[in-house]
Nanobody, 117 residues
Framework: QVQLVESGGGLVQPGGSLRLSCAAS????????LGWYRQAPGKQRELVAR???????NYADSVKGRFTISRDNAKNTAYLQMNSLKPEDTAVYYC???????????WGRGTQVTVSS
């Protein structure tokens, strides 16, 4: 059984920071590309950040320079550091793990991030 469990979401003021975590189990973590996605009310899910097994990163233009994706293979955990948060960052954030070779991927159930004063 594969599990991806997000944590670290919550309510934060504009300009504040949060660090999201994604704890994985049931997979060989180092063989998976990682991604963070988000979905705001009334909007489509969008890619926020992506991290390959070789360390290449990609970010949505809206978060570039503010968010950082990282991984700790020893802890089977992915992270999304979010700084300078804006109200438009409010969304449910989802962790995704995709196998580097075969068409196999997994999703967490999401964690709510609300940026409001």
């Amino acid at each position: 059984q594969v599990q991806l469990v997000e944590s670290g979401g919550g309510l934060v003021q504009p300009g504040g920071s949060l660090r999201l975590s994604c704890a994985a189990s049931g997979i060989i973590f180092r063989d998976y590309l990682l991604g963070w996605y988000r979905q705001a009310p009334g909007k489509q899910r969008e890619l926020v950040a992506r991290l390959t097994i070789t360390g290449t990163t990609n970010y949505a233009d809206s978060v570039k320079g503010r968010f950082t994706i990282s991984r700790d293979n020893a802890k089977n955990t992915a992270y999304l550091q979010m700084n300078s948060l804006k109200p438009e960052d409010t969304a449910v954030y989802y962790c995704n793990a995709e196998h580097r070779i075969v068409a196999r991927g997994y999703w967490g159930r999401g964690t709510q991030v609300t940026v409001s004063s």
